[in-house]
């Protein structure tokens, strides 16, 4: 679906958060999701915003199939190819419905959606595949990673030579201790099936830093265990910590639950 000249890839955040997740990748040509884990009408409302119907989508890519990020799924699969890992289809059509011709299998790690080049990467969470991507055309590289326990060596090698990567930054570990939710689902989070706190995720960036990734989108910030500014200082501080420049040399977006990002470019 060509619809423009060719630029770098462009991520924008429709919303991201324990109440639904789902991204825009763009870059001239193509047109993608990761995810669509909004409500439905939440969903096609902020395409809206931002000037993008079902129509204008290549397809949708899901990283796993728990209602975050697959809420509006049977909505957007009726006009949108759905890409997803054989064992998470399947965990899919359990819960929603796609038709035969939109179902878009992949067992393999590498397959292509319009220009976009898709290498898929397993990371650790209590789903049945999970998955994040990398996500590349002849100009640039992106990398989506978020739900994961910890940060494995197999995404850091994955996500070099990204211009850009989203990557969660869910909660603060003092927050979530001392916070209301039943120890089981504490145990869950900080488990390393579970999701990444903002410490965790300041470490991994620091190391994708020094592979030389200059942009970042911190996303999945938990509602109750988490506050925007918190985990944008606590990456930030401890970036600082190690030398890092913050806002010149490296760059920290925060993706919300409740209001699209605009687009963040990769070059």
């Keep these: 679906?060509?619809?423009?000249?060719?630029?770098?890839?462009?991520?924008?955040?429709?919303?991201?958060?324990?109440?639904?997740?789902?991204?825009?990748?763009?870059?001239?040509?193509?047109?993608?999701?990761?995810?669509?884990?909004?409500?439905?009408?939440?969903?096609?409302?902020?395409?809206?915003?931002i000037n993008v119907?079902?129509?204008?989508?290549?397809?949708?890519?899901?990283?796993?199939?728990?209602?975050?990020?697959i809420n509006a799924l049977e909505t957007v699969a009726r006009s949108v190819p759905v890409y997803a890992h054989d064992y998470t289809m399947q965990a899919i059509l359990a819960k929603c419905f796609i038709s035969l011709k939109n179902q878009m299998n992949f067992s393999g790690e590498c397959f292509s959606i319009g220009t976009f080049d898709i290498t898929a990467f397993k990371v650790s969470h209590?789903?049945?595949?999970?998955?994040?991507?990398?996500?590349?055309?002849?100009?640039?590289?992106?990398?989506?990673?978020?739900?994961?326990?910890?940060?494995?060596?197999?995404?850091?090698?994955?996500?070099?030579?990204s211009g850009l990567v989203v990557i969660e930054s869910n909660h603060d570990v003092d927050m979530l201790?001392?916070?209301?939710?039943?120890?089981?689902?504490?145990?869950?989070?900080?488990?390393?099936?579970?999701?990444?706190?903002?410490?965790?995720?300041?470490?991994?960036?620091?190391?994708?830093?020094?592979?030389?990734?200059?942009?970042?989108?911190?996303g999945h910030l938990s509602e109750n265990n988490n506050l925007p500014e918190l985990a944008y200082w606590t990456n930030a501080d401890y970036l600082r910590g190690k030398?890092?420049?913050?806002g010149r040399e490296i760059k920290l977006v925060v993706a919300e639950q409740r209001c699209v990002s605009g687009f963040i470019g990769c070059d």
């Design 126 to 161: 209590d789903a049945v595949y999970p998955l994040g991507y990398t996500i590349s055309d002849s100009d640039s590289k992106i990398t989506y990673a978020t739900d994961l326990g910890y940060c494995s060596k197999e995404f850091l090698r994955a996500a070099k030579g």
């Design 53 to 69: 119907g079902l129509n204008q989508l290549d397809g949708v890519l899901i990283t796993h199939e728990h209602n975050d990020h």
């Design 177 to 218: 201790m001392n916070g209301r939710y039943p120890a089981y689902l504490k145990r869950r989070i900080i488990s390393n099936k579970g999701h990444l706190s903002n410490l965790a995720c300041a470490v991994a960036i620091n190391e994708l830093a020094s592979q030389g990734t200059k942009k970042f989108v911190l």
């Design 243 to 246: 030398g890092a420049d913050i």
């Design 1 to 49: 679906m060509v619809y423009n000249t060719s630029m770098a890839i462009k991520v924008c955040s429709l919303g991201s958060g324990s109440k639904g997740n789902s991204v825009l990748i763009d870059n001239g040509r193509s047109r993608i999701l990761i995810d669509a884990g909004l409500p439905a009408r939440t969903l096609l409302t902020r395409l809206e915003d």
